[in-house]
């Protein structure tokens, strides 16, 4: 009999043994399984905030602080030119074939409801998908065309492309343009209603028209009045 009461007891000895290891099993492998599902949970949502949009520009509040007439009545000039193609933007990328699209055209720096002609170039460089902080994989510059022995040539450059023309070879300010290697880059990031936002002052907002002329508003940093800032209608020099 002590024998069996013997035997009972150290079975039952190892099966609360048994059952405490299993338990402990159980809750070591949900803490690892919880571990390791967190951070994925935290990555998933890492993932969808890093999609950055840019702001949209908002044309018709530009317009009417211009008091821009209706395109309907006579063709605009100047900035209001520039507003008045802003709302057919035709989607685009600003990730050039060759990873270094320029481009080159006048702008219209306004203030107070003035403005003056102001020569100006863009260039977008392409860069890796890691370095873009979920924004579009390029960088863009925006620049005033410098003064100097290649205005000249930039002025007959512009008028040929306003014609839809050609630039002779060899055009000095097209050159200047193509082996320029300095430029103030920003990141750039898709807005809605197919503009581009580039990250750059005060902010710029980029259209592409059906004509392949890429528009550019980008608001001044010191600012009068709302719609005070660059206008400009730029050309592909090169992509």
Avoid at 95 to 107: E, F, K, Y
Avoid at 126 to 144: N, T
Wanted: with cysteine; proline share 5%.
């Amino acid at each position: 009999m002590r024998t069996i009461l013997a035997v009972s007891l150290l079975l039952a000895v190892a099966c609360n043994k048994s059952g405490s290891g299993g338990a402990a099993s159980a809750s070591a492998a949900a803490a690892r399984a919880s571990s390791s599902a967190a951070p994925s949970a935290a990555a998933s949502s890492t993932s969808a905030a890093a999609v950055a949009k840019g702001e949209k520009l908002d044309v018709a509040a530009l317009q009417k602080a211009l008091k821009c007439p209706p395109p309907a009545k006579k063709a605009l000039e100047g900035p209001c030119g520039v507003l008045a193609e802003f709302k057919d933007c035709v989607a685009w990328s600003p990730v050039t074939q060759n990873g270094d699209g320029r481009w080159l055209g006048r702008g219209y720096r306004t203030r107070a409801g003035a403005f003056v002609e102001e020569l100006t170039m863009l260039r977008s460089k392409r860069i890796a998908v890691a370095e873009a902080g979920g924004g579009l994989p390029a960088k863009i510059a925006i620049e005033a065309f410098p003064d100097g022995e290649e205005r000249e040539a930039a002025e007959k450059a512009i008028h040929a492309y306003e014609r839809g023309d050609v630039t002779v070879p060899g055009n000095a300010a097209v050159q200047y343009l193509k082996d320029r290697k300095e430029w103030a880059d920003a990141p750039a990031m898709a807005s809605d209603e197919n503009q581009v936002f580039v990250a750059t002052g005060g902010g710029a907002n980029l259209c592409m028209t059906k004509a392949q002329h890429l528009l550019v508003v980008q608001p001044s940093l010191e600012h009068a009045q709302p719609a005070d800032g660059l206008y400009a209608i730029l050309y592909g020099v090169s992509w």
